[in-house]
């Protein structure tokens, strides 16, 4: 379980299903979506396969606010809803729509 301050998770059941989908359209264009956790840190990281260095970052705060950060940590897109900050093609029925990469 990730390591939060009351020793649950920060994302919702919900923000956990829309990333399980999130995996797996983007395991078709090795892309693996791991869980990670460390004192202060629950995030997805979205890795290439084969790869320890992640390419963005998917982080909800302890406010509530959503980030997609870089691989570098710049912060791309902030909201108070998961879906509005994933790109539309990690969302999109087909994996190998382009505008997933666009950021």
Aim: aromatic fraction near 6%; hydrophobic fraction near 40%; include cysteine.
């Amino acid at each position: 379980m990730p390591n939060t301050p009351a020793g649950s998770s920060r994302f919702t059941v919900e923000d956990e299903r829309l990333m399980a989908g999130v995996a797996e359209r983007l395991r078709g264009v090795g892309l693996a979506v791991e869980r990670a956790s460390q004192p202060g840190v629950d995030c997805y990281r979205i890795v290439p396969v084969g790869s320890d260095d992640p390419a963005w970052l998917v982080m909800r705060q302890y406010d509530g606010v959503y980030q997609l950060l870089s691989g570098g940590l710049r912060v791309l897109d902030e909201s108070r809803r998961l879906r509005a900050v994933l790109p539309a093609g990690w969302l999109a029925a087909s994996p190998a729509d382009g505008r997933a990469f666009n950021r």
